[in-house]
C-alpha cells in the first residue's frame, strides 16, 4: 500500500480554483480532500447536507485553502448553474472541473419507465455537461483550464444490474472525445477518469459480500481493494499541469480489473 506522507505534491495546483460535483460523500470526498491537501481552493455541491457539512468543516480547520459548498440537486439544471456562478463570485473563475457525482441504483430492462430513464439520465449524465457549460467561459478569461469527467469501467465489462447507469456511464467518453477539439483551441484540457469496484462506504453495505470478494481476486490483477484516494490521485495529476499535454484521453484506476 502507499505511504502517503511519500505521494506527489502537485505545486502548480497551489490556489487553483476547483468545483466538483457529489463532492460530499464517497470518491467525490476523496477528491475534495485531496485537492485542499494540494492547497487548492474547493467549491463542491451534493445533496448530502450532513455528510458535506461535516466535510468542510473538518477540511477548513487543518488548511489554509477556501472551501464553498453548497446543498444541491443536480437533476435541477438552474439550481446547478446558479451554484456555479455563486462559487466563482465568491472564490473567482475554475481552472478545474471535476464531473463526479453518479448514482449506480439497481433496477432491470423490464422495470424502466420513461420516467425512470429520465431521472437516471439527470443525475447521471446530463449535469456534466451543463457544469462545463457553466464554467468554461471563466476557463477562458483564465486561459486554459482542465476537466475531468468520472466515468466508469463497469459497462466496459459488461457489468449487469443498471442498464441506465450503463448507458450514461459509456455516453462519458462521447462527451470527453466530442468537446475536446473546441475546447482545446482555448487550452482547456477534458479527459476521463474511469473507475473499477471502488470500496465507498456505499458500496460494502449495499454490494460487497463473499460474492463480491470472490470477484476482486478473480478479476483484479492487483490484490489490494480500490479505494477512493486511489481514484483521486488520478484526477490531481490531470488536473495539475504534470498533465498539461493529455487531454481527449480515458485513464482506467481499476486495478487491472479483467
Same mark, same amino acid.
Given at each position: 500500500?502507499?505511504?502517503?506522507?511519500?505521494?506527489?505534491?502537485?505545486?502548480?495546483?497551489?490556489?487553483?480554483?476547483?468545483?466538483?460535483?457529489?463532492?460530499?460523500?464517497?470518491?467525490?470526498?476523496?477528491?475534495?480532500?485531496?485537492?485542499?491537501?494540494?492547497?487548492?481552493?474547493?467549491?463542491?455541491?451534493?445533496?448530502?447536507?450532513?455528510?458535506?457539512?461535516?466535510?468542510?468543516?473538518?477540511?477548513?480547520?487543518?488548511?489554509?485553502?477556501?472551501?464553498?459548498?453548497?446543498?444541491?440537486?443536480?437533476?435541477?439544471?438552474?439550481?446547478?448553474?446558479?451554484?456555479?456562478?455563486?462559487?466563482?463570485?465568491?472564490?473567482?473563475?475554475?481552472?478545474?472541473?471535476?464531473?463526479?457525482?453518479?448514482?449506480?441504483?439497481?433496477? +432491470?430492462?423490464? *422495470?424502466?419507465? %420513461?420516467? &425512470?430513464?429520465?431521472?437516471?439520465? /439527470? @443525475? $447521471?449524465?446530463?449535469?456534466?455537461?451543463? =457544469?462545463?457549460?457553466?464554467?468554461?467561459?471563466?476557463?477562458?478569461?483564465?486561459?486554459?483550464?482542465?476537466?475531468?469527467?468520472?466515468?466508469?469501467?463497469?459497462?466496459? +465489462?459488461?457489468? *449487469?444490474?443498471? %442498464?441506465? &447507469?450503463?448507458?450514461?456511464?459509456? /455516453? @462519458? $467518453?462521447?462527451?470527453?472525445?466530442?468537446? =475536446?477539439?473546441?475546447?482545446?483551441?482555448?487550452?482547456?484540457?477534458?479527459?476521463?477518469?474511469?473507475?473499477?469496484?471502488?470500496?465507498?462506504?456505499?458500496?460494502?453495505?449495499?454490494?460487497?459480500?463473499?460474492?463480491?470478494?470472490?470477484?476482486?481476486?478473480?478479476?483484479?490483477?492487483?490484490?489490494?481493494?480500490?479505494?477512493?484516494?486511489?481514484?483521486?490521485?488520478?484526477?490531481?495529476?490531470?488536473?495539475?499541469?504534470?498533465?498539461?499535454?493529455?487531454?481527449?484521453?480515458?485513464?482506467?484506476?481499476?486495478?487491472?480489473?479483467?
Amino acid at each position: 500500500m502507499s505511504d502517503p506522507t511519500k505521494l506527489a505534491r502537485y505545486l502548480s495546483l497551489e490556489g487553483k480554483n476547483v468545483f466538483i460535483t457529489g463532492g460530499g460523500t464517497g470518491i467525490g470526498a476523496a477528491i475534495v480532500t485531496a485537492f485542499v491537501e494540494q492547497g487548492a481552493h474547493v467549491a463542491f455541491v451534493d445533496v448530502a447536507e450532513a455528510e458535506s457539512r461535516a466535510l468542510a468543516s473538518q477540511l477548513a480547520s487543518g488548511s489554509k485553502a477556501k472551501i464553498w459548498w453548497r446543498t444541491c440537486d443536480v437533476r435541477d439544471v438552474a439550481a446547478l448553474q446558479a451554484a456555479t456562478h455563486d462559487a466563482a463570485r465568491e472564490l473567482g473563475d475554475f481552472s478545474v472541473l471535476v464531473n463526479n457525482v453518479a448514482r449506480d441504483d439497481r433496477h +432491470t430492462l423490464e *422495470s424502466v419507465t %420513461p420516467e &425512470y430513464w429520465d431521472e437516471r439520465m /439527470s @443525475v $447521471n449524465q446530463r449535469p456534466a455537461f451543463f =457544469a462545463i457549460q457553466s464554467l468554461v467561459p471563466g476557463m477562458k478569461r483564465l486561459g486554459g483550464g482542465s476537466i475531468i469527467n468520472l466515468g466508469s469501467t463497469g459497462w466496459q +465489462t459488461k457489468g *449487469s444490474g443498471y %442498464p441506465c &447507469y450503463a448507458i450514461a456511464k459509456s /455516453s @462519458v $467518453n462521447g462527451l470527453t472525445r466530442g468537446l =475536446a477539439d473546441s475546447l482545446g483551441a482555448d487550452r482547456i484540457r477534458i479527459n476521463t477518469v474511469s473507475p473499477g469496484w471502488v470500496m465507498t462506504e456505499r458500496q460494502i453495505s449495499m454490494w460487497l459480500n463473499a460474492e463480491g470478494e470472490a470477484d476482486i481476486q478473480r478479476n483484479q490483477c492487483l490484490p489490494d481493494k480500490l479505494q477512493p484516494s486511489d481514484v483521486a490521485r488520478m484526477v490531481l495529476f490531470l488536473a495539475s499541469d504534470d498533465g498539461a499535454m493529455c487531454t481527449a484521453q480515458e485513464f482506467k484506476v481499476d486495478a487491472g480489473w479483467n
